[in-house]
Every structure is written in structure tokens, then in C-alpha cells.
């Protein structure tokens, strides 16, 4: 096996009670044992799990020119089910995490104050959080941009709904929301720690012959179920999304904008603070939200208040938008003000439950708890394979670093192409789709 | 013949930037790419632009625009610099199959004029 094709071949064990970093070897057998993201930070949070582990991991394909090879897994214990949590991030952060250096990051006991840790460049501080906690996910984003001098600095942050440990906080993905529906912004926020914030400039090698065949598999994925669809609407037009809702963010979409090399773009961005069409960088400074979770936008909308001005408040305060919506429903509540209190207050009730796809979604929850539910139930735009088949193929995405929502999208992602890149990238010839299939079979029966 | 963008085609996916650098010297990074993302995030401003030999091809969401020397960068922030220090887009002429970033891009977005 050739690891330097795939990993950077470096663990970070940030332990936040004695405020040290220390990096450890990924070793082969670890690779061999979890491949990555869910499944090797499994093996790393059982061998730390009397220090209370959050776990970040890289996939093995993440950064690499496979399709869709976005995003990083984190893994702890969520305080929504009780049980381990296996949640993807993507949009940049995937990436910028794996080119920092470092591909598994497990972050142990809790700092005795606010911290927010930085990673770059293969070098790792626990850095004073006090100028940020407290303040909301935009203007903390704003601040550690500005304090490390680079716009591109990639945030996994939390909001007051965090610091407050409110089991409704979402770990936020820069400014905006993310697939965590387990409550993994409390955990943030237990350990004191306010963000993780990453900057990769480094490189991975790539294996003679892998950039072509990941070009034949794109060009496969775009030619493919979701040729001729975009955007968040497309999907939740497919799904049986709520008409009003979805004609109500058609009058603002600005743009479809996709995570690190996804060929499908189904983060939209909404303004309706300035015109929708207004494309230059004039206007007004905040003129509007980033979108990836329809479910969420249409819960919003549901309970009367203005969906895309409450799903701002969600990220602004770090809080899941499904559950925050279905607390505000309870209140009776359609008021966007009301918000803000949850992140004083948000108990999540269990998993949030999609507004559509219901039977699926119980039918996947019966099998496990451990992955996201920010990805669709059933697959839009393709034969749907049933709740089994979502659960294998979203583990896959899980250890390999595959967008989940695109793994959802894209049937032509299959387990044996995916296995042939991977055999490809990493010089594993002996590696198969029944070894994938098993290794991704195991992390939901230990995760479950 | 130059390459050109129809920005409001990109949708910042960045799989132009990290073909380029595998291109220019066969690993996975963003640092050494000819064409580069540049992103202004709460506003949902990006484009791209492009390193040519003597300028700068801007691919801005109003539209494209072509900086020679000593004209100053707009629309671009801070994250859009280092592009000056970045070697040139050669149009990858010794790849069999074309630019890279053509090839790697899902959306259609790069071409080349003049072609």
C-alpha cells in the first residue's frame, strides 16, 4: 500500500485539559483496519474513549480528484440519541483539514476556557477564544479570518446555541449550517472549544493513471441521473417538498454553488437582502444566506415565519434548522425573534424527522442512528434502493470522504468503481468492493 | 489562443485550480495553479481568474475582464493575490486530452478561444 497518495500519514491529539498538541503516526494498519474518516475515527475514539473523544477524520479519497471527495467526518457521542455520532463536513473544510497536514484530528477533555484551535500548515495551536465567545457564528468567522489574515480560512464553529450546550446547537460550517443533526455543537461547546479553524497549503501525491479514471467517473456522474437538475430546488421539487416553500425560495435564488469538486451544486444561496440578480460586490454586506438544507428551509417555512430570514438566525446562532423549526412550532411561534432564545434553551427532541420521506427515515433509523439526516431519505433523482441500500452506500461516503448528498444523487458512484480508485490511489491491489462493503458494514454495526 | 471563463457558469467547486497544480507539477494542491478561486463568502462573490502569459484574465461574476500589467485587480479580494506569483497558463500543451481544468471541470465553464 502507498499511503502518501491519499494521507499525509499524521494524527493530531489536541488535549484540551493539559492544552497540548501531539501528532501521531497513521500507520497502515489503522488504513487497512478503518480505511478512514467514520471508520478510523471509530478505532481512534474506542482507544480514547475514556477522555470523552471528539474525532475528526479525513476520508481516504478526500482532496483527491475523485468525484465528490469533499468532505471529513466528525465522530463523538451525540446528546440528541446518546449514541456515537458519525457527521460529515464539507463545503471547504473537508479539504482544508486534510491539506493542513493533518488527517485525524481527536480532541480530548475540555479546556478550562474558551479555546479555538488552529491548523495550518502542518502546525497546530490552541489559541484564546475570549475575543469570540460569546459572539455569533458570523461575526466569530468574521474575527478569525481577520486575526489570521486570510479569508480562506475554513471554520468549524459554534454559535451561543454551542457555548450554551443546548443539545438543538449545530457545529457550523463557516458562516453557515452544516449536516450536523446530532447536536455536535454541544459537544463543541462542552469542551470549551469555540472553533476549528484550518488553512491547507500542503500536497498529496496522486497515483499514475488516477486523475483519468476519476475524469471517466465524473463524466459518467454528469451524464447521468442528475444531468439537466440544479440547485436545492431541483431536489426538493423531486423529494415532494412543500410547493409554497420551494416557490417562495425560487424568488431568491441568487446561485447553486457546489463543495470542493462536486459535480452537482446543491448549496443555494438565497439574497434577500438585495436583489436575487445582483451579481456585483457593491451592494449591501450581508445580502443573504447559503442553503443545503431543504428539509430545514421547509420546516422553517412551515411554522409562518420567513423561512430564509429564520434559516439565517440558525446559522447566525448555531442551531439545527429542523429541529429548531419543529421547537418553534411548538411554541406556536412563527416570529424569527423567537429564534435567538433556543440558543439559550433548544433541547433537541430526538432526530429531527424530514417533512417528506417519513416511512424511509423511520425505516433507516430503525437500522441506525449514527449518520445524517441531512442527506435525503431517498435518492430524488434515481431508483430509490431502499432504506438498507441508503445505509450502505452513505457508510461508504463515510469512509471515503464522498460528499453523502452526492453518493445520494449519483448512483453511478458505485461501491466497485469507488473500490477501483481507491485500489488505484493507494496501490492496494488486492482491495475490492466486498472489503469496502464489510469495512462500512462493521462502522454502522459498532456505531449502532 | 487563451483560456477563457463564463463565470456565472462556475459554481466554486475549485476542481479547475487543483487540476492546474497536478498539471504544473503532478500533486494535489492549490498553491501552484495557474487559474485560481477567489471568493468573497458572505456575499457569494467568486469567480476566477487566470495567470496568462502577459495578464490577468479576471472571470468575474458581472463578467470577464482582461488586467494588463500595472492595472489593479477589482473585484477580487485579498484571496485572490498570490495569483501574481503564479506561473502562466501554458493552455497545457503537452497533455494529450486538452487543459486539465477543462477537462476536470463538471460544468462547463472553461474554454479555449481562439482555438
Known sequence: METMNTYNGTILVVDLDAQTCTTEELSTDLIEQGLGGAGINLLLYEQYKDRNPLVLGSGLLTATFAPAACCGVMTAKSPVTGQIAHVPFGWQTGVEMKLTGFDFVVILGTSPKPVRLWLHDGLSDINDAADIWGKDVWASVDKIREAYGDEMVQTLIIGPAGENKQSLAQVCENYWGSKDKAGLGAVFGAKNLKAVAMRGLGSLEVAEGFFQKCMELKNEIVGGSIKGKAGLYDIGAALGIDATALEKMKTMIHRNNAAYNCPYPYYTFLKYNEPPAAMDMKGHAEPGCLVSDIAGFAALAATGSDPARAFERCCRFGLEPLGTAAALKKQGAGDVAQIDKLAGTGTAEGIPVWPVCVDQQQAIMAITKALSFAVPPRAPFSQDGGAQTWVARQAVAYLLGIDPVIMLLAPELTEEKLAALVALAADWDDFSADTLKKIANAVITKST | ?115
Open chain 2, 1 to 115: 489562443m487563451a483560456l477563457k471563463v463564463q463565470p456565472l457558469q462556475c459554481t466554486g467547486c475549485r476542481i479547475c485550480e487543483f487540476a492546474c497544480n497536478y498539471h504544473h507539477d503532478t500533486t494535489i494542491s492549490p498553491i501552484g495553479s495557474s487559474i485560481m478561486f477567489y471568493f468573497e463568502e458572505k456575499k457569494n462573490y467568486y469567480g476566477l481568474m487566470v495567470k496568462r502569459d502577459k495578464s490577468l484574465l479576471l472571470g468575474r461574476p458581472e463578467g470577464e475582464k482582461v488586467l494588463l500589467p500595472g492595472e489593479q485587480i477589482e473585484g477580487a479580494g485579498a484571496s485572490a493575490k498570490p495569483i501574481l506569483l503564479r506561473v502562466a497558463c501554458d493552455l497545457c500543451k503537452d497533455e494529450d486530452n486538452g487543459p486539465v481544468c477543462i477537462q476536470a471541470c463538471p460544468y462547463g465553464v472553461l474554454s479555449v478561444e481562439g482555438a
